[in-house]
């Protein structure tokens, strides 16, 4: 499986909900309005004057719960092969290293041991040691 699996399903999740968002705005209709309790009138005229619009945003989010959950797994299968590797620091020297915008280096490493991602985290606020 190749990251490029999990950039794509990802890029097709963020278009179509975009596609979703706009949709709505533009027509005025959301699949949410019809997850409230309404009257039975209200609800069925809702339906009848929506439905166009309804048909047509089920399917678009059909496809972004194909595409979300494809990314999904596509991710796990990615951290299933990798070997995470985090550098345990006191926390102390995190907030000292987090002063002097240096971060905290996560390595990602694949079975062979090989380095295939390098990433830099910033400490935000405090760290409180815990035993």
């Known amino acids: ?77 990615r951290l299933a092969d990798a070997q995470q590797v985090l550098v345990a620091l006191h926390p102390a020297d995190a907030e000292e290293r987090s002063r002097r915008g240096q971060g905290v280096l996560v390595h990602v490493h694949d079975r062979r041991h090989r380095c295939v991602e390098g990433i830099q985290l910033r400490l935000v606020g405090s760290v409180q040691h815990r035993s």
Do not use: K
């Open 1 to 77: 499986m190749s990251t490029n699996h999990l950039r794509q399903a990802s890029l097709a999740s963020a278009i179509l909900l975009l596609v979703l968002c706009v949709m709505s705005a533009a027509s005025g209709v959301s699949q949410q309005h019809f997850e409230w309790v309404h009257a039975p009138s209200s609800y069925a005229h809702d339906l009848v004057r929506d439905a166009t619009w309804l048909r047509a945003i089920v399917v678009v989010d059909d496809l972004f719960v194909v595409a979300y959950v494809s990314a999904t797994v596509f991710l796990a299968r």
